[in-house]
């Protein structure tokens, strides 16, 4: 198996930083080949604009997919995002592993799905969900944050975890047509000591070690859909 | 009455832009004082990283939220986001306008949040949602999108788009005490002709004029969970 982690943490020593190396670890020792894409390291720039098409289809006015869709079918894509887009390409399984910030991911990794999510290659017309670009393909998030688990389900202070991050694990993973596995959060990271984070990396390890047996959250399909993508009369 | 718009779309003459001056100039005849902050325009840096910190409180361990919160306390932080704080603390109702990416706010936008939203002023301990720094003012989502409207709802193919910006809505504005208004959705912008353009502009600006009438989301009340952020009995 191929695998690519996106980490996007500003701290090296960070607990998201133990992650990403506790996973290529765990990974490459399974025998599977590993790339990470450090976007703190590598200075990604977040920032989709204008500048990202030397060649543009419409000098006058940014449509940014459509530019992206220009860029791709013309070759002239940015090189930091076709580095990006062949990455995931040619992975089997995507690991987004980041800190919370704010109930989503941070700037750095929101700027690389915005750039990197290219238009005509990873959807495109009524190619989403079942029928995404990147079907075939798994994703897993893996995510630190400082709250308590108990702050989070259906009666809890913030809802679902997985309710608030669905802008990514729907929006953007299962859109673009990646089985996404259910997450790995690591809770109230900053306030453990230092036995409970060793012992979160081992379930971290064992979650790696057992991705076959995770479940998949559930995703839209379009066969329930019509071609405008209204629901199908008893779908 | 005080406004803060805070406008991110890569292209001056989108519908965003002209959404963000139906804004301006319809609250400034109504007598508001209206600032913008125009982030593409400003070039705004949307990674939140160590740069931001010119004194450490720890300088061999970055973390974010207590850096902000020494930098506040001390005085020290960075002028570009020292500048936005305190726009937002100077408004009483503060607009997000943005064209909708991946479900979700531009990481430029993002970002804007990852560093302004600083600890200790915005929130902190457990100063949140109803007792959140920022309790008295007012926030309004502005958003256009590709999508159709009969795309999002309980049954439509991406399920409700408040539920989609549920970690911008509750996890970030409502998070910090705002009262958050009913968001403003322009939908299937990008397909519209001139026509629809001006009508929509048209319900923008009626919008703008009904404020007052317009709805609140509901948000968690701190009055049901006890000191730990757990449910009280019977709450």
Avoid at 181 to 192: G, M, N, R, S
Wanted: net charge neutral.
């Amino acid at each position: 198996m191929k695998v690519l982690i996106v980490h996007a943490h500003p701290e090296p020593q960070s607990f998201s930083a133990a992650m990403c190396r506790t996973a290529v670890g765990t990974l490459a020792a399974q025998g599977h080949t590993v790339t990470v894409s450090d976007l703190y390291a590598q200075r990604f720039n977040p920032v989709a604009s204008a500048a990202d098409f030397a060649e543009r289809r419409n000098p006058d006015y940014l449509n940014y997919a459509l530019e992206q869709r220009h860029a791709q079918e013309g070759g002239t894509l940015a090189p930091d995002i076709r580095a990006e887009v062949d990455k995931v390409l040619a992975c089997d399984l995507l690991i987004l592993n980041f800190p919370i910030y704010w109930f989503s991911v941070p700037a750095m990794l929101k700027g690389w799905i915005d750039r990197v999510f290219v238009s005509g290659v990873f959807y495109g017309g009524k190619r989403i969900y079942d029928r995404g670009g990147l079907r075939g393909r798994r994703a897993l998030v893996a995510a630190s944050l400082g709250g308590r688990e108990h702050m989070f389900g259906p009666q809890a202070l913030h809802g679902e975890l997985n309710g608030m991050l669905r802008h990514v694990l729907q929006g953007s993973l299962g859109y673009v047509g990646f089985d996404v596995l259910e997450p790995f959060y690591a809770h109230h990271v900053p306030y453990l000591p230092e036995a409970e984070r060793a012992a979160m990396l081992e379930h971290w390890r064992a979650a790696l070690g057992a991705l076959d047996a995770r479940p998949t959250l559930p995703m839209p399909s379009l066969d329930r859909f019509d071609d405008t993508f209204r629901p199908l009369a008893g779908a």
